[in-house]
């Protein structure tokens, strides 16, 4: 495609120019011919030169994965292969599920070399992404056309959920350094079920922790330490029903579930604790428990491109489906959004995992009805809004009470602080031996 550039239209502009004189006196008119045919003539052979120079060699390197609402770079090559330097505008052709910055890109690009510009992306969906073309506007030498290319330039990248979390839980995972998360890690003295190992008596130690032959040997003192029992699973039960579809913030409830599974999922492998998921409502998927770090990857695998549906969750029929799947004992996280209506369905469905698995039910509360208590009551509309948020959270903790009743572990959080509530929930769950 061909396109004009500015000095056309100030070409075209003189010739008006010209036009207008000839008409006030026709003695120009020949000079008027002439001007307009030299203008055609240049513009004809400044059109052919920018046509039929070689395009430039065009590369993308994107992210082999990209985190959901996380900045990455993109880098792009541009190759000179003609025989004049190039003035040149640049779009890339991004998918819709990212927001890029940085466009158009402009960029001087003498004979033989290569140019390699920045833009900055930020995905907002997760899935498998294509970029499908790269957009090159190269100025002809008198600056008069823009000639318009796509470079045939494919990419394929994948968003996966936010594994920012997951990172920053690897730099910080060491017992000074977990609480600076929200996560508290603590060890029972004496207390566990697996024999970690030997150490010197503390004050505080009761006499069944000592071991009187290694205190024999040793002359001195030795108590056992023990740890909590390792080779345990987890099985994370995932609602992708229409209430996962709220959203808060930059992301919506089911996008903080993600998250707060590969957190969990970190944590737990290096427990060593087996990890497993299982979706329903719509996206009915299953990935069996293993142990191993490799198991994070498969998680994502797993996560990147699952989406919450409009279906409603049919909690009994999933919670049978996971019975016959998961035979051993575990623990089954149930990620959810909560609601009184649920409660009839939901119910039977706890008490039937409860009679093999551990049971905790994760229900997210929205934003909103916190940050309604927030706002001053100035008027009589205002005391009614905020009357019906108290009424209704009263009505919401009265059904987490009666799950309570019923002996099932519950939490009811905003989504951004499921991450964290649910690991400690996790480690009082393995520090209780209730596994």
């Given at each position: 495609?061909?396109?004009?550039?500015?000095?056309?239209?100030?070409?075209?502009?003189?010739?008006?120019?010209?036009?207008?004189?000839?008409?006030?006196?026709?003695?120009?008119?020949?000079?008027?011919?002439?001007?307009?045919?030299?203008?055609?003539?240049?513009?004809?052979?400044?059109?052919?030169?920018?046509?039929?120079?070689?395009?430039?060699?065009?590369?993308?390197?994107?992210?082999?994965?990209?985190?959901?609402?996380?900045?990455?770079?993109?880098?792009?090559?541009?190759?000179?292969?003609?025989?004049?330097?190039?003035?040149?505008?640049?779009?890339?052709?991004?998918?819709?599920?990212?927001?890029?910055?940085?466009?158009?890109?402009?960029?001087?690009?003498?004979?033989?070399?290569?140019?390699?510009?920045?833009?900055?992306?930020?995905?907002?969906?997760?899935?498998?992404?294509?970029?499908?073309?790269?957009?090159?506007?190269?100025?002809?030498?008198?600056?008069?056309?823009?000639?318009?290319?796509?470079?045939?330039?494919?990419?394929?990248?994948?968003?996966?959920?936010?594994?920012?979390a997951v990172a920053q839980y690897a730099l910080m995972a060491t017992d000074n350094h977990l609480?600076?998360?929200?996560?508290?890690?603590?060890?029972?003295?004496?207390?566990?079920?697996?024999?970690?190992?030997?150490?010197?008596?503390?004050?505080?130690?009761?006499?069944?922790?000592?071991?009187?032959?290694?205190?024999?040997?040793?002359?001195?003192?030795?108590?056992?330490?023990?740890?909590?029992?390792?080779?345990?699973?987890?099985?994370?039960?995932?609602?992708?029903?229409?209430?996962?579809?709220?959203?808060?913030?930059?992301?919506?409830?089911?996008?903080?579930?993600?998250?707060?599974?590969?957190?969990?999922?970190?944590?737990?492998?290096?427990?060593?604790?087996?990890?497993?998921?299982?979706?329903?409502?719509?996206?009915?998927?299953?990935?069996?428990?293993?142990?191993?770090?490799?198991?994070?990857?498969?998680?994502?695998?797993?996560?990147?491109?699952?989406?919450?549906?409009?279906?409603?969750?049919?909690?009994?029929?999933?919670?049978?489906?996971?019975?016959?799947?998961?035979?051993k004992r575990a623990l089954i996280v149930l990620l959810t959004n909560l609601r009184d209506e649920?409660?009839?369905?939901?119910?039977?469905?706890?008490?039937?995992?409860?009679?093999?698995?551990?049971?905790?039910?994760?229900?997210?509360?929205?934003?909103?009805?916190?940050?309604?208590?927030?706002?001053?009551?100035?008027?009589?509309?205002?005391?009614?809004?905020?009357?019906?948020?108290?009424?209704?959270?009263?009505?919401?903790?009265?059904?987490?009470?009666?799950?309570?009743?019923?002996?099932?572990?519950?939490?009811?959080?905003?989504?951004p602080e499921l991450s964290v509530n649910l690991v400690n929930h996790y480690l009082d769950i393995?520090?209780?031996?209730?596994?």
């Amino acid at each position: 495609m061909i396109l004009p550039a500015c000095r056309s239209f100030y070409a075209v502009g003189a010739n008006a120019v010209v036009a207008l004189v000839t008409s006030v006196l026709p003695d120009f008119i020949g000079f008027w011919y002439v001007t307009v045919g030299i203008s055609l003539l240049v513009a004809f052979a400044d059109l052919l030169l920018v046509v039929t120079e070689p395009a430039p060699r065009g590369e993308r390197v994107v992210p082999h994965s990209l985190p959901l609402g996380v900045k990455r770079t993109v880098r792009l090559r541009l190759h000179n292969t003609g025989k004049r330097s190039l003035t040149m505008e640049i779009f890339d052709h991004f998918p819709l599920q990212v927001q890029a910055t940085g466009f158009p890109l402009r960029l001087e690009l003498a004979v033989g070399t290569f140019a390699e510009p920045l833009y900055d992306v930020t995905a907002i969906e997760r899935g498998k992404l294509n970029f499908p073309c790269l957009q090159v506007r190269i100025l002809s030498p008198l600056q008069l056309w823009w000639h318009d290319l796509k470079l045939p330039v494919v990419s394929e990248t994948k968003v996966y959920p936010n594994f920012a979390a997951v990172a920053q839980y690897a730099l910080m995972a060491t017992d000074n350094h977990l609480s600076h998360m929200g996560i508290m890690k603590k060890r029972r003295r004496g207390e566990g079920q697996d024999f970690h190992q030997l150490r010197e008596y503390r004050a505080g130690d009761s006499l069944r922790q000592i071991d009187w032959k290694a205190s024999s040997r040793m002359r001195k003192p030795i108590s056992r330490e023990y740890q909590d029992e390792r080779d345990q699973e987890i099985i994370f039960m995932l609602d992708c029903g229409h209430r996962m579809l709220a959203q808060d913030d930059a992301l919506s409830h089911f996008d903080h579930t993600l998250n707060a599974i590969l957190l969990l999922t970190y944590v737990a492998l290096r427990q060593g604790d087996s990890v497993g998921l299982g979706s329903f409502a719509g996206q009915n998927r299953w990935l069996p428990a293993h142990k191993g770090q490799h198991q994070v990857q498969q998680m994502l695998n797993a996560l990147y491109d699952l989406q919450p549906t409009t279906h409603a969750p049919d909690y009994t029929q999933a919670a049978t489906e996971l019975l016959v799947r998961q035979k051993k004992r575990a623990l089954i996280v149930l990620l959810t959004n909560l609601r009184d209506e649920d409660l009839d369905d939901l119910l039977p469905a706890l008490h039937i995992l409860r009679k093999r698995h551990v049971v905790l039910l994760a229900s997210m509360r929205e934003q909103a009805l916190d940050q309604a208590l927030d706002v001053p009551v100035d008027n009589q509309e205002d005391a009614l809004h905020t009357a019906a948020v108290q009424h209704y959270l009263a009505s919401r903790e009265a059904t987490l009470d009666r799950v309570r009743a019923a002996g099932i572990r519950c939490m009811d959080v905003p989504p951004p602080e499921l991450s964290v509530n649910l690991v400690n929930h996790y480690l009082d769950i393995k520090r209780s031996g209730l596994l």
